[in-house]
């Protein structure tokens, strides 16, 4: 199993500005992915981050919006930019499945609120 | 893209037996999985099918049929913290384990 710890666990913002988010993996994963969970939604799979390379983004979702880093296997952060309550959701992390294992693990999400 | 229909809402009581059921669309499918998010928690995993068939972990069960493009989540003497949101989510042939596509959930309240 993994244990994934997310930074910070709730948030409220104004429009206009950044926030950074950071999830933190117990152990190392060359695979991380961030998901965005609208109010009373389902989850939506924003990115895929592979330490080493670019981040690949869904459709809908771009990188100048969701920047997204991935300096080594155990950590990674999204940045939701130049926010609007439309961005107000919970942002959840999560990691790879390793080979032989059908449990995907994940944060506990961070709760953003725009204002 | 992918697309995965379930029902917004199921009630039951506490001791009764209800299905979920999740229909999809994708390219490439690989396995199908449900997840349980009570408010305000992450999703946890209940149960996986890559083949045809039933899956039984304790009192969940989930069912596959790969030429009907369709699942089930059957969840048996159901308790009052059974009451959460159930998800099915698709993952893809060829794509990384654990990028998962989901559904728009299903509401499920027990009542006593």
């Known amino acids: 199993s993994a244990v994934i710890s997310q930074k910070p666990s709730r948030d409220i913002c104004q429009r206009g500005t950044s926030l950074t988010i950071q999830c933190q993996v117990d152990?190392?994963?060359?695979?991380m992915f961030w998901y965005r969970q609208q109010p009373g939604q389902s989850l939506t799979l924003i990115a895929t981050?592979?330490?080493?390379?670019?981040?690949?983004?869904e459709s809908g979702f771009v990188i100048d919006k969701f920047p997204i880093s991935r300096p080594n296997l155990t950590f990674s952060t999204l940045t939701v930019s130049n926010m609007s309550p439309e961005d107000s959701s919970i942002y959840l992390c999560?990691?790879?499945?390793?080979?032989?294992?059908?449990?995907?693990?994940f944060g506990q999400g961070t709760r953003l609120t725009v204002v | 893209g992918q697309s995965l229909e379930q029902p917004s809402e199921v009630t039951a009581v506490e001791g009764a037996i209800v299905q979920i059921n999740c229909t999809y669309q994708?390219?490439?499918?690989?396995?199908l999985s449900w997840y349980q998010q009570h408010d305000g928690g992450a999703p946890t995993f209940l149960s996986y099918?890559?083949?045809?068939g039933l899956e039984e972990t304790g009192r969940f069960s989930s069912f596959l049929s790969r030429s009907d493009s369709y699942g089930y989540l059957l969840l048996q003497e159901l308790q009052m913290k059974d009451s959460a949101s159930y998800f099915c989510?698709?993952?893809?042939?060829?794509?990384?384990?654990?990028?998962?596509?989901f559904g728009r959930g299903t509401q499920l309240t027990v009542w006593p």
């Open positions: 999560s990691v790879e499945v390793p080979k032989g294992n059908t449990e995907a693990f």
């Open positions: 152990s190392q994963v060359t695979m």
């Open positions: 981050a592979n330490q080493g390379s670019e981040a690949t983004y």
């Open positions: 994708t390219s490439g499918f690989y396995g």
């Open positions: 099918n890559a083949l045809d």
């Open positions: 989510a698709v993952e893809l042939r060829g794509s990384t384990l654990g990028r998962l596509y």
